[in-house]
């Protein structure tokens, strides 16, 4: 995910760049806003394939 970041940077210019993708455990995962019953959350999801390639990640 870094090195994609980077890639934008030195590609468009631009000074910072921030993909919506975290990591936890070696593994990414996204936070997800939910609205319901006039309340709003966010509901993390852990991925078992990495967003950029869909390579799965390992298991230990």
């Known amino acids: 995910m870094k090195e994609l970041e ?3 940077m ?5 000074e910072e760049v921030s993909g919506p993708v975290d990591m ?3 593994r990414a995962y996204l ?3 939910v609205k319901g019953r006039g ?3 966010h509901v993390p999801m852990m991925l078992s394939k ?3 390639c869909g ?3 390992e298991t230990k």
């Open 6 to 8: 980077q890639k934008f």
């Open 10 to 14: 030195d590609n468009f210019g631009y």
């Open 24 to 26: 936890l455990s070696g």
């Open 31 to 33: 936070s997800f806003e």
């Open 39 to 41: 309340k709003t959350k």
């Open 50 to 52: 990495c967003p950029i």
């Open 55 to 57: 390579r799965e990640y």
